[in-house]
């Protein structure tokens, strides 16, 4: 039996997900200064690598991509086991 056949039953259960885009680091001052729809810009553009993260624990890989006016995430690699 496959790993992906052999955790088929668990297919309900519900995961937090978490794209790490970038960090940015800002002076208490400048997060005082937010508002609604204010933008914090990253260096990070379409094309770039970035870490996926399931339940905190880093999963796969993949790069940022725009797909009509939306960003999104496309899986390019797994993480291979140690």
Known sequence: M????EIEGYSDLCFDVEVQL??????LEDILELETDSVIRLPRSAGENVDILIGG?????????IIEDT???RITDFREEE
Do not use: N, W, Y
């Not at 496959?2 to 056949?5: D, E, G, L, N, V």
């Open 57 to 65: 624990a880093l999963v796969c890989f993949g790069e940022i991509v």
């Open 71 to 73: 960003v999104g995430v």
């Open 22 to 27: 970038d960090r940015k680091h800002m002076t």
């Open 2 to 5: 496959s790993p992906i056949q």
